[in-house]
């Protein structure tokens, strides 16, 4: 946290949402949303987030009700090492322009394979080098229940991972490409299927794990494909099929942020790289119909020529609720909006929402950023 919110190469970006309907689980997911390429963290203006950092000197517990301010912590720290990793990338290997783009159908695969990067790096740097190695409570002595965030994997287990790879090994920095390469190819390397049938721990640790980098090579498509204005098969299948690690220029990538990586979150050591953190993000063209999975529906309208897909109009209703004041819409109103969620009667809810308060503008808000989740 210390060095998220000292690094100038990132800054937090409040935009106008009330965090308080995922709170209450009125809405599937939280949208303050990310964006690699904008080098920013955003956050929902109002939230636990947005209250402590108002007062960071004061006491976290007065915010963690139900551990709501440690989980965003942990979540704005992943995203940091998304921004942080893209940097880096971008340094590492200029010929791509991963921090620029254009992206079209020609190198849309090798930005999938470095947003790849960019998640391996923030999974492996919090989840699995720093969480894995700590009590976290013992950390941050508020009474948080927190001790991982993405995966669940500990150190405190090593002897049962062990049990079943001997020379198992995650406090290396070799270990972010076996992760890396994992969420490419989605084979795991070191246990098979009978050793996650052994031991209940393993396979919690390992099926999420597989689940997770699918999830990842199809949302990675999904976006970036958004971006560069270029139509991708739409089963589901085929958008999480392995990504290319091979290429020579690929392997050394995966090596060099992986010290890199290693030297920052293990020796607080920024490896002697300088940073740009100025850029000029690539963007969606604004001639394509919006996709509200990755368009902001705080500054981009549905228009009835937009004729939004099925999952892009759920992705903007829900949008359109968590930019609206949760106080203003009555008990019963909340409960009919949840209904109808459920049976997925959108232009029910936004009616519902209509006449309700909105969350006051908190300034210029990005276009592009991604929510789906």
Known sequence: ??????????????????????????????LAGFNPFQRSLFLASNSALSRWLADPHGSARDYNED??????????????????SAAVIAELAPWVRFDTGPIHRDNLEDFVFCHLLTEAAATVGLDYWYLSTIDLDERIPIGTT??????????????????????????????????????????????DVRDARRSARLLKWLSHELRYGAQQREYARE?????????????????????????PWKQRLIHELGLVLFAKVKEDSDSGLVLENRNTPP???KACPPD????????????????????????YVIQRIAATVLDSVSEDNQRALQSALR???????????????????VGTEPRDLFVLN
């Open 67 to 84: 551990d709501r301010l440690v989980r965003e912590v942990l979540f704005a720290a992943h995203d940091y090492l998304h921004c942080w």
């Open 1 to 30: 946290m210390r060095r998220m919110l000292s690094d100038a190469l990132v800054r937090f970006v409040p935009r106008a949402i009330d965090q308080q309907w995922k709170y209450k689980h009125l809405i599937p997911v939280s």
């Open 146 to 191: 927190c001790t991982t965030l993405t995966v669940d994997y500990h150190e405190h287990y090593v002897c049962e991972y062990r049990r079943f790879c001997p020379g198992w090994d995650a406090q290396r920095p070799g270990f972010f490409g076996d992760i890396a390469r994992f969420y490419c190819s989605g084979v795991f390397k070191g246990f």
């Open 292 to 315: 509200f999975r990755f368009v902001n529906a705080n500054v981009v309208p549905l228009t009835p020529e937009a004729a939004a897909s099925p999952k892009s109009l759920k992705y």
């Open 223 to 247: 976006w970036l494909g958004f971006l560069a204005a270029t139509r991708l098969p739409d089963e589901p299948h085929r958008l999480a099929a392995p990504v290319s690690f091979e290429e």
């Open 343 to 361: 049976r997925e009667e959108y232009e029910a809810a936004l009616r519902i929402i209509e006449p309700a308060e909105r969350v006051p503008p």
């Open 283 to 285: 963007e969606s063209p």
